[in-house]
């Protein structure tokens, strides 16, 4: 089991930034791509960015792609997403996610092991 801690959500207002990081523990072997998804009031959670373990592949949804980047330190277990430009749309509950087989996916099925989710809010 991989268990799964995100910090570094807050509020910010429109064009701020912000970092949150995903901290592994457990059998942190048995991940190897990692991602970030996100839900906002009243619509389906979304893919954000993902990222392999190995060969560093990245994904960036259209929405955050040039805004956002996403990180990991292998060493220390963790996964980080730099936001940038934040807008207000970019409000929602934050999820880090780890998968235990490559590639790094999209879908949120994909993946086996969840954090609790960190709140982002972006006022304009």
């Known amino acids: 089991q991989v268990h799964l801690v995100e910090s570094g959500g807050g509020s910010v207002q429109a064009g701020g930034s912000l970092r949150l990081s995903c901290a592994a523990s457990?059998?942190?072997?048995?991940?190897?791509?990692g991602g970030w998804f996100r839900q906002a009031p009243g619509k389906e959670r979304e893919f954000v960015a993902s990222?392999?373990?190995?060969?560093?592949?990245?994904l960036y949804a259209p929405s955050v792609e040039g805004r956002f980047t996403i990180s990991r330190d292998n060493v220390k277990h963790t996964v980080n997403l730099q936001m940038a430009s934040l807008k207000p749309e970019d409000t929602a509950v934050y999820y880090c996610?780890?998968?235990?087989?490559?590639?790094?996916?999209?879908?949120?099925?994909?993946?086996?092991?969840w954090g609790q989710g960190t709140q982002v809010t972006v006022s304009s």
């Open positions: 996610a780890a998968r235990r087989v490559l590639p790094a996916g999209v879908h949120d099925y994909e993946y086996d092991y």
């Open positions: 457990g059998r942190t072997q048995d991940a190897n791509a």
């Open positions: 990222i392999s373990w190995s060969s560093n592949n990245i």
